[in-house]
């Protein structure tokens, strides 16, 4: 039998041996349940129902976490009777990080809550996570149950430093400059928003990431008047506005310094040339010089406006120098700030008539058949025309080209440069140089024209050799004597006192310079002198024509016979001569010996 205290009416079940209750709502904290048994003695258990309900809470953590501070996440649990029954754990994604849990039963008429505090330093592996608080009731045997859960998702920030301007030099008036600040060491970098601003206005921002956890910001300034001027670069996450904004502000000069004006007019040699070196426009302290190379020729100083001035003599030496219009400016607010320096250079042209022709050749000799260029230059200003005049024909330009050169173009060559102040000239004489030609000799004053020349013994004979040629070519004999009982005389003549067989033969003359050889021969002949090889040559040529009529008649021995002709008539047939031609090959029929006719060595008798 089972028996509930006044007031829980539950819905029963019995059986044989069993009872069953239901509640269909539990409205009571303290239910215990007495069962009696009655067979022979009486028997009694009784048990503690657990009561719980499913209220559990979070407390809401800030909504974003700053890394490397310590937080506290607590969660209280739904209300459960007997309180020790109850058991209230945090989780990291699925992994426990601490439970906590009471010894005491407690009063089912007082609701003490049981807490779970979880205290944790964070980190950027938090941002993201979800940790849960798990609420379990204890069954008993290690066994338990759970009943109700809650999460939250924790979301984390870095912002350790602040904004860093890095742009703090003085500035021009007017003149576009960029500026760029810097935030390092931020999470996350894409949710964090970095802005300019100049005296509460804002200006347009660029920004970019140069790695994962930098944001670097620049912008496009043009700062309209002068003095010092107050530019902030602000930082803030625009999603979390419980984050504090960090800035950097500076101040920035800007000054007022126009470019030097140098101005230095052309002017025809002999007259003064004015120069002057101006600045309009500073706003600090302006020194000012006027300076060619290295030396100051002039300088002032002011906190204003300035100008200076030089005056030069024009002189072609002159021309092409170049003066340089110097400007130092020290700021005002910030005197510590080194100098500020601006230059401007200007040519001084005079013009003047050219000083010389110069004359340049391509290669120094003049050789016949190499090319040759020659270069006329000359210095004025303006700058001069050239002109080449030769064989009184006239050609323009700096460059005369020869491709070839040839014995025409030998003689004189002018140079003319010219401008409105005047001209020079130049001259240049071509010499051609060219190798030996033209090579003859003459016999006694005679001119050999390739025929064997015939001179008596006991001559005397004079052989010359004559070569043109530059430079003069070189002339030497070759001889058949090898210079026996002759005299050499001038360059090129060969003198014979009394001609005698030693000196028949070929004589060769030969004339040479540095670019080549020429050769010419004369075939001399002694008369009343025998000379071996005609003899040999006389002798040996009729046995030669006797061999050739001994080997014709062999041939024609083998055709003798006895033949028909027969009469026919010229026509289309190759094999029949026409007309009166001969006909070596033309077969004919060979005949019998007539009777008393016989052949002795292959003719008919």
């Given amino acids: 039998m089972v028996e509930y205290k006044s007031g829980i009416n539950p819905n029963r079940t019995n059986g044989d041996k069993w009872v069953a209750d239901f509640f ?57 009777y007997p309180n020790n029954k109850l058991i209230l754990t945090w ?9 906590n849990f009471t010894g005491e039963p407690g009063f089912p008429d007082e609701d003490e809550r ?31 149950k759970p009943i109700t859960n809650s999460s939250v998702t924790l979301h984390i920030y870095s912002f350790m430093d602040p904004p860093r301007i890095l742009d703090k030099n003085p500035l021009e008036v007017k003149q576009e400059v960029t500026l760029t600040c810097e935030v390092t060491n931020v999470y996350p970098a894409e949710k964090m928003r970095v802005r300019w601003s100049q005296d509460g206005e804002e200006l347009n921002s660029v920004p970019t990431r140069p790695n994962s956890n930098t944001i670097r910001v620049t912008t496009a300034w ?6 010092l001027m107050e530019v902030t670069c602000t930082a803030d996450f ?139 230059q000359g210095e004025g200003n303006p700058t001069p025309q050239v002109f080449w005049t030769k064989d009184e024909k006239i050609f323009s330009g700096e460059i005369f080209h020869i491709p070839s050169v040839q ?31 033209d090579t003859t000799i003459s016999v006694n004053n005679k001119t050999v024209s390739g025929f064997p020349v015939n001179i008596s013994k006991g001559d005397e004979v004079t052989i010359t050799c004559n070569s043109s040629g530059k430079p003069t070519p070189t002339v030497k004999w070759e001889d058949p004597s090898n210079g026996s009982n002759i005299e050499i005389g001038p360059p090129g003549v060969l003198r014979i006192s009394q001609a005698t067989s030693e000196h028949q ?61 027969h009469k026919a008539k010229p026509n289309n047939n190759p094999q029949i001569p026409n007309g009166n031609e001969y006909q070596e090959n033309f077969p004919l029929k060979k005949r019998d010996p007539y009777p008393g006719e016989s052949i002795t060595n292959g003719f008919y008798k």
């Fill in 24 to 80: 269909p709502s539990v409205e009571a904290w303290d239910i215990s349940v007495p069962c009696f048994v009655r067979c022979g003695e009486e028997k009694t258990a009784k048990k503690v129902v657990t009561v719980y309900n499913r209220e559990i809470n979070i407390t809401p953590p800030p909504e974003v976490l700053e890394v490397n501070r310590t937080y506290s996440l607590e969660c209280t649990g739904p209300r459960v």
């Fill in 91 to 99: 989780l990291r994604g699925g992994e426990v990080v601490q439970s």
């Fill in 114 to 144: 049981l807490t779970n505090v979880f205290s944790f330093t964070a980190s950027l592996s938090d941002d993201g996570q979800e940790y849960t608080c798990l609420a379990e009731v204890d069954l008993g045997s290690n066994t338990t």
């Fill in 222 to 227: 043009i700062p309209q008047v002068s003095g």
């Fill in 238 to 376: 625009e999603e979390y506005p419980s984050i504090p904004p960090k800035n950097d502000s500076i101040f920035i000069e800007v000054y007022a310094f126009s470019a030097p004006e140098i101005q230095i007019p052309t002017s025809p040699e002999g007259n003064p040339v004015n120069i002057t070196c101006s600045v309009f426009n500073v706003s600090g302290k302006l020194q000012l010089r006027l300076k060619n190379g290295n030396d100051t020729l002039v300088n002032g100083s002011s906190s204003s406006g300035l100008t200076i001035y030089h005056t030069v003599d024009a002189q072609a030496q002159l021309d092409g120098q170049q003066y340089v219009c110097e400007a130092e400016m020290k700021l005002q607010l910030q005197p510590m700030t080194s100098p500020i320096v601006k230059k401007q250079v200007e040519t001084l042209h005079v013009l003047y008539a050219p000083l010389e022709a110069q004359i340049f050749k391509g290669q120094e000799d003049w050789i016949k058949g190499k090319s040759q260029n020659l270069t006329c």
């Fill in 407 to 437: 014995m025409q173009h030998g003689g004189l060559y002018k140079c003319t440069v010219t401008n409105e102040y005047g001209s020079k000239r130049s001259y240049v004489n071509a010499v051609i140089l060219y190798k030996p030609g």
């Fill in 505 to 565: 033969g070929i004589y060769k003359c030969r004339a040479t310079n540095q670019y080549g050889i020429d050769e010419k021969e004369v075939d001399i002949r002694v008369k009343g002198e025998t000379c071996l090889p005609y003899l040999v040559m006389a002798g040996i040529l009729p046995l030669i024509i006797f061999a050739v009529i001994g080997l014709y008649w062999k041939y024609r021995a083998h055709k003798r016979g006895l033949y028909e002709v």
